[in-house]
């Protein structure tokens, strides 16, 4: 009996060593910031999907437009949902936005298989953070 044990005890840790080795090899690496310059909305345009994570209330599902102008809206992924306007200006190659419920900064990265949007600011009185990630596939 001894011996299925080992091979049993062998076989797991095999499975768990593969399944990390893919976990790794499938994780998206996420380069540096786009350094922004003008036309860059125009790339990015598009819907987007992701998470919102404002402080004190429960993470939710979101998406978002982002037209070649920089004007955007985002919205709860509920039926009925608002959606909230904002806008997007370029400045020394950094985004700032304002929004209907939040301001601040925001940053675009770059994936092998699609842009991630990250949003880092604060609710219009200024009392909560506010952090958004959202994807588009390329």
């Keep these: 009996m001894a011996p299925i044990r080992w091979f049993s ?16 090899a499938a994780a998206p690496t996420t380069e540096p910031a786009r350094v ?3 036309g860059d909305f125009k790339l990015l345009a598009g819907h987007w999907t992701g998470t919102s994570d404002v402080q004190g209330e429960l993470s939710s599902e979101i998406e978002g437009i ?7 809206w985002i919205a709860d992924r509920r039926p009925n949902a608002t959606q ?3 806008t997007m200006k370029i400045v020394d190659g950094g985004v700032q936005y304002d929004s209907a419920k939040s301001q601040g900064k925001m940053t675009f990265h770059e994936t092998s298989t699609a842009w991630v949007w990250n949003w ?9 953070r506010v952090s958004n990630q959202l994807t588009k596939s390329k």
């Excluded at 005890?9 to 790794?24: D, F, K, N, P, W």
Aim: net charge positive; charged share 20%.
């Design 84 to 86: 909230a306007p904002g």
């Design 66 to 72: 982002i037209n070649e102008t920089g004007a955007f």
């Design 9 to 24: 005890g062998r076989g797991v840790g095999v499975l768990v060593l593969a399944a990390l080795i893919a976990g790794c």
């Design 36 to 38: 922004m310059k003008e």
């Design 120 to 128: 880092q600011g604060v609710t219009k009185d200024g009392a909560r």
